[in-house]
């Protein structure tokens, strides 16, 4: 059995017919082809499936597709084209924070996630709010160290919404 | 020019942050069919019947009998097959695929499939396999392979030993948790087959292709996709996945995609030798330690895999950084009929540092010595011997490296206040150890024979044409690096993408951090060569190695030089244990290598944290056990990696010392970052709980253990 789902994504009205049981990440990267949303676990453990849902960090392999009806979705395609990602991406390359890149687009909706909630984080409040997110690569340090700057380079931006 | 150590962004930047890097599991294409393996369900029996449910069109069953070629993974030694014919040897060894287009039917498909088995007694851990008499699993023996070597005169040296200092140490599995799991895709056409996807060494999958399909070598391409880590669990074991695709591609005539789900990748892929390492040191009547025996034995598990030559780097490594001129050193990789052990960063080097460095903290205590002390009086030198004989010959800076960790860290002043404290739950350990660069003995020669390409084009650009995949070592960048500082042109003219085996030849697998030091070097002489002729316009250059001329090994009797280089390092971690939960938290961790000269600045230090951090993980975190043949963990909430939260930040720092034969000074440094952590770590618990320290991880469990024990 289908539903009728609508609800927003990345700044677009989609309006698409799905099982309701059907994983968010699966919608995404099967129907959507949308394949930036990374499957690491399936169970939930390691983020790197991680959405923004309604600015709420999700990982998209445990949101059935019936629970997002009016919901607003972010993924990393949408979350690129925003200037709340310019800023962490520079941070990122200046903190050699990508290896692998596996773990990367979850890890950024996490730093986005954790920034609005506290635009000026510790090191200890980053590593709670990615503690989320497992990358196998970089011992998290240069990730670390990478949304701090954000905080400080991107000052007031994760106040301002992300215009999707 | 640029000084080549300063940091430049890396070429897989871009489209890996921005969600755009297209991983095998990311491609898409309307005919793609799924493949999903069924899998022992029993650790050791015969099988008897299958029975199969009626499938509908378009799914198939591939079995091996759909194997054209020979039903053997070809690696050291042919014992494995791809797909099982009339016995299984683990639980999750593949025995058939399923194939077709809708994922939920196969799963219905494969709950239909009815395998009857008749089970036999299985060999299930290192001492059942050391008592048993008959009914091996390998050829009639308890061990793939066993091995011993000998320096100086051991004999003469127990004759004489004043006091003898005994231990036995035990690590476990580790699991790679690369954060992609396995995933393949693969297509024929046109007589052709294409592999493509997550993996370390694509011309071991070519032949291990060529094996399977029986076909000619121009029949078959593999490319690497953008792969989501490896740590070595992407070196052999991808071999198989990618036959079991080809084979599903060839039967159903369509492109298929194979992708491990979590629990099904940690189950029955490759794992981290489980270990028992006896160290017995001899000392004269001057208290100098003058011998040691040392005996090593590892699960090996149901086939032999790189298990004959992680043993030979274990036994390799075992000596430790000490120069000791009398020794006996024994290895046996057992058969059991667990999960095939395999290649992990480290390969070997992570238990044998860990009892080696153990050990000498215990020597230490018994001489009433402070154990950093201890160790500096026996620091191999440039000139020394290594344990097989080998002379060491460029300078071995040793006594830096551990002056410099000692003043970032304050090592030995922490070390004396908290032995003062009397443990107080309190510990610093410090570990010293090498990683050998490169394959073992003359492996690079006799075995890999790497080559690489250079092409240069008429509009100066350059392109790098070798077999090394990016895993997310930075690889992509590094080797470009060192091209374009030979050449004196802009990074950015030097091309160089995933290896795809059409294009490249083979520059040997990916594997035993010889990335920068074995290929870029090859680059770097294939780039003065290009160079010379600069002006010719469009020209192509090839470059082969040579087996270095101040280096020799006798493989028959493990004589000479185990390695073409070494790098090496110091760790010191610092602890708190919990008194009521034994909770083990880390303080600091601090870092010092040499690895001659850094080629990135930023990716080697994040190939160094990263490291410390898998490091750590394997020393008080990751636990991973077999119970009668079947792992207890199996996902991300019963095998815990570590997480931003559980390691605060290392600091680490480099010794300068350029290798002679490395390109512009670099030395091997991928693997050398995970080496030391557990050992440090071990330490300092020691330390915190004035408790003897025989094994890892370092659980809560095992500390209570302890604490209990010796009450
Ligand atoms: S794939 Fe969703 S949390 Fe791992
Ligand atoms: S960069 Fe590889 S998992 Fe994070």
Not at chain 2, 115 to 121: I, P, S
Not at chain 2, 228 to 233: A, E, K, Q
Not at chain 2, 490 to 495: A, D, I, L
């Amino acid at each position: 059995m289908k539903i009728k789902l609508s609800f927003r994504l990345n700044g677009e009205s989609i309006t698409l017919a799905t099982e309701p049981l059907k994983r968010l990440l699966d919608l995404l990267r099967d129907q959507l082809e949308l394949t930036g949303t990374k499957e690491g676990c399936g169970e939930g453990e390691c983020g790197a499936c991680a959405v923004l849902i309604d600015d709420r960090l999700m990982n998209a392999c445990l949101v059935p597709a019936a629970v997002l009806e009016g919901k607003n979705i972010i993924t990393i395609e949408g979350y690129r084209t925003t200037a709340q990602f310019k800023i962490l991406k520079s941070c990122f390359e200046k903190a050699g924070a990508v290896q692998c890149g596996f773990c990367t687009p979850g890890m950024l909706l996490a730093a986005e996630a954790l920034l609005r909630q506290k635009p000026k984080p510790t090191a200890e409040e980053v590593r709670a709010g990615l503690a989320g997110n497992l990358c196998r690569c970089t011992g998290y340090n240069m990730i670390v160290e990478a949304v701090l700057l954000a905080a400080k380079e991107g000052e007031g931006l994760w106040s301002t919404p992300v215009g999707l | 020019m640029r000084n080549i150590s300063e940091a430049i962004k890396r070429f897989d930047f871009d489209e890996k942050i921005e969600g755009r890097a297209q991983y095998a599991a990311d491609l898409k294409d309307r005919q793609m069919l799924y493949v999903k393996t069924l899998r022992s369900e029993k650790a050791r029996a015969k099988i008897m019947s299958i029975k199969y449910p009626p499938l509908s069109p378009g799914y198939f069953i591939v079995d091996y009998r759909d194997i054209p070629g020979e039903n053997r993974l070809p690696l050291v030694f042919e014992d494995q097959p791809f797909l099982a014919v009339d016995r299984v040897n683990y639980i999750g060894e593949p025995i058939l695929l399923v194939v077709g287009p809708v994922k939920k039917k196969i799963l219905a498909i494969m709950q239909e499939i009815r395998v009857d088995y008749q089970e036999l007694t299985p060999i299930l851990n290192i001492a059942e396999a050391r008592q048993r008499q008959e009914d091996f699993i390998f050829e009639g023996k308890s061990c793939f392979v066993e091995y011993e070597y000998e320096k100086g005169d051991i004999t003469e040296v127990k004759k004489k030993a004043w006091r003898v200092v005994e231990d036995e140490f035990r690590t476990g599995y580790q699991e790679q948790a690369y954060l992609e799991t396995q995933a393949i895709v693969a297509a024929v056409e046109d007589q052709r087959i294409t592999v493509c996807g997550s993996i370390q060494c694509p011309y071991y999958i070519k032949e291990a292709l060529r094996q399977a399909l029986g076909w000619p070598e121009e029949r078959i391409r593999v490319k690497q996709l953008p792969t989501g880590g490896g740590f070595g669990g992407k070196e052999e074991f991808p071999s198989l996945v990618a036959v079991h695709a080809a084979l599903a591609a060839l039967k159903a005539h369509k492109p298929v995609q194979l992708v491990y789900d979590r629990q099904e990748d940690i189950s029955c892929s490759t794992k981290r030798h489980p270990a028992v390492i006896r160290l017995k040191s001899y000392l004269d009547d001057r208290q100098r330690i003058t011998g040691r025996e040392i005996e090593v034995m590892t699960d090996a598990g149901a086939y032999a895999g790189l298990s004959s030559v992680v043993l030979q780097r274990m036994i390799f490594s075992v000596g430790g950084v000490y120069n000791i001129e009398n020794l006996k050193i024994r290895g046996q990789a057992y058969a059991t009929n667990n999960v095939v052990s395999g290649a992990f960063r480290g390969f070997g080097g992570p238990q044998a540092f860990f009892a080696m460095e153990m050990h000498m903290e215990n020597i230490a205590r018994a001489l009433h010595m402070e154990a950093l002390a201890l160790k500096r009086g026996y620091f191999l030198r440039k000139g020394d011997t290594s344990t097989t004989g080998g002379k060491l010959q460029s300078d071995i800076k040793l006594a830096e490296i551990v002056e410099k960790i000692d003043k970032i860290s304050g090592y030995s002043r922490k070390r004396r206040d908290y032995d003062a404290a009397d443990g107080g739950f309190r510990g610093i350990g410090c570990s010293v150890f090498f990683h050998g660069c490169g394959f073992t003995g003359s492996g690079e020669q006799e075995i890999i024979k790497p080559k690489v390409r250079l092409r240069k084009y008429r509009d100066n650009t350059v392109q790098i044409c070798v077999s090394s995949s990016e895993i997310g070592q930075g690889c992509l960048t590094t080797l470009r690096k060192i091209v374009a500082q030979v050449l004196e042109i802009p990074v950015e003219q030097v091309q160089y993408d995933y290896p795809d085996s059409d294009i490249c030849p083979d520059s040997g697998p990916t594997v035993a951090s010889r990335t920068v030091m074995i290929v870029g070097k090859l680059l770097y002489d294939c780039a003065r060569k290009v160079k010379a002729r600069w002006q010719e316009g469009e020209f192509t250059v090839d470059q082969a190695y040579v087996y270095p001329g101040h280096l020799q090994w006798d493989n028959e009797h493990f004589r000479g030089n185990a390695y073409p280089e070494y790098s090496w390092g110091a760790n010191v971690v610092e602890v708190a244990v919990d008194p009521l939960t034994y909770e083990v938290k880390v303080l600091g961790t601090w870092a010092v290598y040499d690895i001659g000269t850094p080629i990135d600045e930023k990716i080697v230090k994040g190939q160094i944290d990263g490291g410390m951090a898998q490091g750590l993980g394997y020393g008080c975190l990751e636990v991973l056990e077999s119970h009668g043949g079947r792992l207890r963990q199996n996902n991300f909430t019963n095998y815990a990696i570590p997480t931003a939260v559980d390691f605060p930040a290392t600091e680490s720092g480099l010794i300068d010392n350029p290798y002679e034969y490395g390109p512009f000074g670099a030395r091997g440094l991928g693997e050398l970052s995970l080496v030391g952590a557990a050992p440090a770590l071990a330490a300092a618990v020691q330390q915190a709980i004035g408790r003897r320290v025989r094994q890892i991880p370092l659980t809560p469990e095992y500390i209570m253990e302890l604490m209990d024990d010796e009450d």
